[in-house]
T-cell receptor
Framework: NAGVTQTPKFQVLKTGQSMTLQCAQDMNHNSMYWYRQDPGMGLRLIYY???????DKGEVPNGYNVSRLNKREFSLRLESAAPSQTSVYFC?????????????FGSGTQLSVL | GQSLEQPSEVTAVEGAIVQINCTYQTSGFYGLSWYQQHDGGAPTFLSYNALDGLEETGRFSSFLSRSDSYGYLLLQELQMKDSASYFC??????????????FGTGTKLQVIP
């Protein structure tokens, strides 16, 4: 099992460019998440999706859009990248399955916006 | 709203015990989890508490008090490899009844010889 796969691992954009970060999981999880991580800020929730066809805003959704293409895939799009979006982005998935409800994370995408 | 507070840094000696605290204010709260992240890596799951009390997993234990909106992670017999960042994460249900997970700002643990 690959778990959660994120692409690309690294990306450099110029201000105003657009791009899509891809995420796929093979664990048949319903819930998927996008977080960004900045030094000293922890992991901040951008968007999440509880199931195919539903998406919800997290703590910092401005400047981003998401698509839950199917149960496996959850993509994050930056329509017009800004330097403030320079960050490490993590995708995660989980299932409400007691007793442990663990998130499985992808390896991350390091994005720089110049 | 959602907020989780943790100390930013902790230093402890190899072989000792360290406790990392987390206080939360989370609407729809139903569980608290802890994750470990080494520099350059992804967070990995350590523990989950849905009920009050202590959960033990090897050298790591986690505690939750729902009435105090408080939890902690206890690391025993510290090893150098435990040097990492530790995040508490609050599990909640949003207005639609769906799972939502928000993280604290993290505690950087340095283990010294």
């Amino acid at each position: 099992n690959a778990g959660v796969t994120q692409t690309p691992k690294f990306q450099v954009l110029k201000t105003g460019q657009s791009m899509t970060l891809q995420c796929a999981q093979d664990m048949n999880h319903n819930s998927m998440y996008w977080y960004r991580q900045d030094p000293g800020m922890g992991l901040r929730l951008i968007y999440y999706s509880a199931s195919e066809g539903t998406t919800d805003k997290g703590e910092v959704p401005n400047g981003y859009n998401v698509s839950r293409l199917n149960k496996r895939e959850f993509s994050l799009r930056l329509e017009s990248a800004a330097p403030s979006q320079t960050s490490v982005y993590f995708c995660a998935s989980s299932e409400r399955r007691r007793p442990n409800e663990k998130l499985f994370f992808g390896s991350g995408t390091q994005l720089s916006v110049l | 709203g959602q907020s989780l507070e943790q100390p930013s840094e902790v230093t402890a000696v190899e072989g000792a015990i360290v406790q990392i605290n987390c206080t939360y204010q989370t609407s729809g709260f139903y569980g608290l989890s802890w994750y470990q992240q080494h520099d350059g890596g992804a967070p990995t799951f350590l523990s989950y508490n849905a009920l009050d009390g202590l959960e033990e997993t090897g050298r790591f234990s986690s505690f939750l008090s729902r009435s105090d909106s408080y939890g902690y992670l206890l690391l025993q017999e510290l090893q150098m490899k435990d040097s990492a960042s530790y995040f508490c994460a609050a599990y909640s249900l949003n207005s639609g009844g769906y799972q939502k997970v928000t993280f604290g700002t993290g505690t950087k643990l340095q283990v010294i010889p």
